[in-house]
């Protein structure tokens, strides 16, 4: 009876500790667009959606979304039937390959595209013939283009892992009926698999509308603001107005909640279980010499778009003497790269900065995420269902939202609690936002113990201590291992905390790049972001391949 008393206080103490640093932040955007001089007040509301510039920006913001998803779509379809339902299913290393994209930071890719596509720029230099190209680059298709190519991996991999579900006596029974294929594809494959595209087109438009890196950096060049930009400006760019920032904040939330719930739905009601069904086997279709060169052509053209190109920019780039030069005979250095880590205090400081970062926040997240499956397993009812969403609601809401809402909240009880403006109020900011992670892991590592460990530990007279630290620890270890690494390399480059709350004159790696990029010094910059790359993408591609293994093993 003690102990359970004791775990209620624990439980419930959690609870509100989760209530302060998650959703207390969202109040506080909502009370900024309600509350004006301490009253009640739609003044700013009406404000904001009476100004022609928001309407626009609202209205850039969904077309620029709708046009991400269909372009993805364009570009994940052919490539998600080709790798499950033909005999190009056998090359599993293009699973890999693909990611790269996704992995890759929006704002870096989006750089390697400009200084590819601008005015004298890698691409003109290359081939001179093309000057007046940048003109179609640096427009909404230039934008649209850039974004679709970060995110259709992730419309790639729902879809190839729903098509190689689908069962081939289907397609058999069609044909046996005289369906052709096309008819077949028309009647019995795309009807059964729409569910599933429906659920990834939510998920890339919720991405897109939410993304802040590109927009920034290839939208504020062509003068399309979004949501995004929209919020940092105001919240950041004199005269700053949070009312605004707020307003379309709560606007930003209410599509992407709208979002997930019609994800839910779809997920509940409109898709279809064809794992397991009688006689569900797969066959890969025979292609044709001409159709195979074809798909071989089709797929290098992806790769050499979505990864060659804005690769080369920023390697060739940072290796580049004089860039007037461009790659004339003798204008290529290593000094760049040396300058990083010798002479550039600033680059140095922007290195100390993020991995001390990076490894306060992913150790806090591994505590604080395990707690937070904990408490949920312990608990039960409303207060269940509390802990379970709010530990999972970050990763549902646009970073650029819970980075204003932490702003808001730690700068009105700054008297009580003085973490704003420094250090400590960006740990606290990637915890919230990175927090899901360490959660699912340990969440999925949870289904795979059942009770009899545990109830073997109480029959022998372990207290729930012992219990923990030598039976669900040691079973637990990995999920909350691969959650720490997974939230120390995402920290290591994220963009929009940094530029939003970071302290006068702290520099991280990711504000290190846009701030050489923009300010001229574009050399040093792209040897950084090579350096940022490099190292999350590998680390993410070698972390990939650990859990592949390790699934393949549970399984």
Not at 375 to 388: E, M, P, T
Not at 428 to 438: D, H, K, N, R, S
Request: with cysteine; charged share 10%.
């Amino acid at each position: 009876m003690e102990n359970k008393s004791k775990n209620s206080k624990i439980i419930y103490t959690h609870a509100i500790f989760l209530l302060l640093l998650i959703i207390f932040p969202l109040i506080s955007i909502f009370l900024k667009a309600i509350i004006v001089d301490g009253r009640l007040s739609f003044s700013i509301i009406s404000e904001t959606f009476s100004n022609v510039g928001n309407i626009l920006i609202i209205k850039n913001s969904l077309i620029l979304s709708t046009l991400v998803v269909i372009t993805t779509t364009i570009i994940s379809v052919p490539l998600a039937f080709l790798f499950s339902r033909t005999e190009f299913n056998k090359y599993h290393f293009f699973d890999i390959i693909f990611m790269i994209p996704f992995m890759t930071p929006p704002y870096i890719a989006s750089m390697g595209w400009i200084l590819f596509m601008q005015k004298n720029g890698l691409l003109q230099q290359l081939i001179p013939s093309s000057k007046g190209s940048e003109s179609l680059f640096f427009s909404i298709g230039g934008l649209t283009f850039v974004m679709s190519l970060h995110v259709f991996p992730f419309m790639l991999s729902m879809l190839k892992n729903a098509m190689i579900n689908f069962p081939n006596n289907l397609d058999e029974a069609g044909a046996v009926f005289g369906g052709g294929f096309f008819l077949r594809l028309k009647k019995i494959f795309f009807p059964l698999m729409l569910g599933n595209y429906a659920i990834s087109t939510l998920l890339v438009f919720v991405k897109t509308i939410s993304e802040y890196g590109t927009p920034s950096t290839l939208g504020r060049r062509i003068g399309f603001d979004v949501f995004t930009t929209e919020i940092h400006r105001q919240a950041t760019v004199a005269p700053i107005n949070f009312g605004k920032s707020a307003v379309l904040s709560s606007l930003l939330i209410g599509i992407c909640l709208v979002m997930w719930m019609i994800q839910n739905y779809i997920t509940n009601k409109k898709s279809y279980n064809l794992v397991g069904l009688k006689g569900a086997k797969t066959t890969s279709i025979k292609m044709s010499v001409p159709a195979k060169i074809m798909a071989w052509m089709y797929i290098a053209l992806i790769l050499v778009v979505a990864i060659g190109i804005p690769y080369f920019s920023i390697i060739s780039t940072s290796l580049i003497k004089l860039r007037g030069f461009g790659f004339a005979e003798g204008n290529f250095t290593l000094n760049h790269y040396i300058e990083l880590f010798t002479e550039n205090q600033r680059a140095l400081m922007a290195f100390k900065n993020s991995f001390i970062l990076a490894i306060s926040a992913s150790t806090i997240c591994a505590i604080l995420g395990t707690v937070t499956v904990l408490a949920a397993r312990k608990s039960k009812g409303i207060l269940k269902k509390f802990i379970q969403i709010t530990g999972l609601l970050p990763e549902m809401l646009p970073s650029i939202v819970l980075v204003l809402g932490v702003m808001l909240f730690w700068n009105r009880i700054y008297n009580i609690l003085p973490l704003y403006n420094t250090m400590g109020i960006l740990v606290l900011a990637y915890v919230i936002l990175f927090l899901p992670y360490t959660v699912q892991y340990v969440t999925s590592a949870f289904t795979q113990i059942g009770t009899t460990l545990t109830d073997a530990g109480r029959v022998f007279g372990a207290n729930q201590m012992y219990i923990f630290f030598r039976i669900i620890l040691p079973l637990i270890k990995n999920a909350i291992v691969t959650g720490w690494m997974m939230t120390f390399i995402i920290s290591i480059r994220e963009l929009v905390t940094a530029s939003l709350i970071a302290p006068p004159n702290t520099l991280v790696i990711s504000t290190f790049i846009v701030r050489e990029f923009e300010q001229g010094s574009v050399s040093i910059g792209m040897a950084m972001a090579v350096i940022c790359v490099l190292f999350t993408t590998t680390s993410l591609l070698i972390l990939n391949y650990v859990l592949d293994k390790q699934r393949n093993r549970d399984g």
